[in-house]
């Protein structure tokens, strides 16, 4: 079965800095998908990014990039400049790229919940 | 982008009430849901997987009598908390995939529900 640690627990940062959140992951598998939701204090769940394991290029979405390392199983999320409204519960997940049974789950870390500092 | 509309957001009641939350997909089509439980500061831990048509599957340890899930069409599935009791209390979160699921459509989530039980 795959896992995913994220192992800071709480990160902060100050407001315009740029911060890193650790992922690492276990799996036997070569085909996947990894993703990093935010949790805002509202509770819902937003995707930030997202990267298929089969592309070598870290995916980007404005302020927002990984960091993926496929044979190390890392999968860091760097925010740069970051703002107030990043504040949140930042969560790491894993897919199967073959979905097992015609439907497969998402599994998740424990979570980085991020303080941005004014 | 793809909408998961949950209702009701927040729920109050008695034990051994029974209580209805629908997950609906606004402008897609869902042929997958997911239900989820989340206690406070921890993860999502997934309960089950509805597919439309057919019966959920439950995860380990989730008695499916005790949780019913409905996904009579596309776009609705239900979870129903029977006979809740306080321990029942916590905040559940249903989200939905896009037909396709064997895509990279990623998970969709809806507002979440708190659930309290007096």
């Known amino acids: 079965a795959q896992t995913v640690t994220q192992s800071q627990p709480e990160m902060s940062v100050q407001e315009a800095e740029t911060v890193t959140l650790s992922c690492t992951y276990d799996?036997?598998?070569?085909?996947?998908?990894l993703f990093w939701y935010k949790q805002p204090p509202s509770r819902q769940m937003i995707l930030v990014i997202r990267q298929e394991a089969y592309k070598q290029q870290n995916a980007t979405e404005n302020r927002f990039s990984v960091n993926f390392q496929k044979a190390a199983k890392s999968f860091s999320l760097k925010i740069s400049d970051s703002q107030l409204g990043d504040a949140a519960m930042y969560f790491c997940a894993y897919r199967s790229y073959y979905p097992q049974g015609g439907s497969e789950k998402l599994v998740f870390g424990k979570g980085t919940k991020l303080t941005v500092n004014p | 982008g793809a909408v998961v509309s949950q209702h009701p957001s927040r729920v109050i009641c008695k034990s051994g009430t029974s209580v209805k939350i629908e997950c609906r997909s606004l402008d897609f089509q869902a042929t997958t849901m997911f239900w989820y439980r989340q206690f406070p500061k921890q993860s999502l831990m997934l309960m089950a997987t509805s597919n439309e048509g057919s019966k959920a599957t439950y995860e380990q340890g989730v008695e499916k009598d005790k949780f019913l899930i409905n996904h009579a069409s596309l776009t609705l599935s239900t979870l129903t908390v029977t006979s809740a009791h306080p321990e029942d209390s916590s905040f559940y979160i249903c989200?939905?995939?896009?037909?396709?699921?064997?895509?990279?459509?990623?998970?969709?989530f809806g507002d979440g529900t708190r659930l309290s039980i007096l």
């Open positions: 799996t036997s598998e070569s085909d996947y998908y």
């Open positions: 989200s939905a995939v896009e037909e396709g699921w064997y895509s990279n459509q990623p998970q969709h």
